[in-house]
């Protein structure tokens, strides 16, 4: 061989070379019973984890809430006294004897004089009795009397005259069966009412029955009571001052009977 030929036999001769290494290796390989390896097993996947149940706090000392003063009320004025001024008392009248009071007896019925008390009673059919005591004559007083109607009904009324100047000048404080009071001015012999009736839980209605009527009057005002419980006051100067009397009237044909009793009349200081 010429020196010429020599590299191209080397660079065939290496080409040989590595081909057969590569198939020896194979075949080693073989032998060997290697094998490709497996895949690795896929992990399970893993599920959701579950959500713990909470366990409640057992709170052993509870926050106190921050106390909350309570509300304070503005305390209400006193209620004003109503009758103001009594002073001592002028007169007591048990109606022991009827010395002092109109006593009659005629078709309408009669006044008269019983034990302690002093009745009227009416027969007639829309009758008006009364009885006026002789004195004293009174300006600024407060008197009270119990009332005490057996045979009463509808609008039938009873109550006291106060500072009647005559028979025809007077003012007449009214309760009636129905449970109802006013007052009426008598003038001239025309009566007029400045205050017309009212209803009142304080008067009983039907009979029998006690209520005790009181009358407070100090110059032109005059405020009306019954059974301790204030109804109504008026001012009127019309009459000043006179004397103090009873009456009764029944409203329809039937027997009207009502006691007075218990007369006691104080001074008013003006």
Same mark, same amino acid.
């Given at each position: 061989m010429r020196p010429d030929q020599l590299p191209v036999f080397g660079n065939v001769m290496q080409t040989k070379a590595a081909f057969i290494l590569l198939i020896i290796a194979m075949a080693c390989m073989?032998? !060997?019973?290697?094998?490709?390896?497996?895949?690795?097993?896929?992990?399970?996947?893993?599920?959701?984890? !579950?959500?713990?149940?909470?366990?409640?706090?057992?709170? $052993?000392?509870?926050?106190?809430a921050t106390f909350t003063p309570f509300p304070t009320s503005t305390p209400l004025p006193p209620t004003p006294e109503m009758r103001p001024g009594i002073g001592n008392i002028l007169l007591e009248d048990d109606f022991l004897e009827g010395t002092k009071w109109e006593l009659r007896s005629d078709g309408q019925g009669k006044v008269s004089l019983g034990k302690a008390e002093l009745?009227?009673?009416?027969?007639?059919?829309?009758?008006?009795?009364?009885?006026?005591?002789?004195?004293?004559?009174?300006?600024?007083f407060y008197a009270e009397i119990t009332?005490?109607?057996?045979?009463?009904?509808?609008?039938?009324?009873y109550g006291l005259l106060?500072?009647?100047?005559?028979?025809?000048?007077?003012?007449?404080?009214?309760l009636s069966c129905q449970g109802q009071a006013r007052l009426d001015r008598i003038l001239g012999g025309a009566a007029s009412s400045p205050q017309p009736w009212m209803d009142s839980g304080a008067v009983p209605i039907g !009979?029998?029955?006690?209520?005790?009527?009181?009358? $407070?009057?100090?110059?032109?005002?005059?405020?009306?009571?019954?059974?301790?419980?204030?109804?109504?006051?008026?001012?009127?100067?019309?009459?000043?001052?006179?004397?103090?009397?009873?009456?009764?009237?029944?409203?329809?044909g039937h027997a009207l009977t009502v006691n007075f009793s218990k007369l006691v009349i104080y001074a008013v200081n003006p």
């Open positions: 073989g032998c !060997a019973g290697l094998t490709s390896p497996s895949p690795l097993p896929l992990l399970p996947t893993p599920s959701a984890t !579950a959500t713990a149940t909470a366990t409640p706090t057992i709170v $052993w000392f509870p926050p106190t009745t009227i009673a009416i027969e007639e059919k829309k009758a008006y009795l009364y009885s006026l005591r002789t004195e004293p004559v009174l300006r600024n009332a005490n109607p057996n045979l009463c009904q509808e609008k039938d009324e106060i500072r009647a100047a005559s028979e025809g000048n007077y003012y007449r404080f009214s !009979a029998p029955s006690f209520s005790r009527l009181g009358v $407070w009057a100090n110059g032109a005002e005059m405020r009306f009571f019954a059974n301790d419980q204030y109804l109504f006051s008026v001012r009127d100067a019309t009459i000043p001052e006179g004397r103090l009397g009873i009456f009764a009237r029944n409203s329809g």
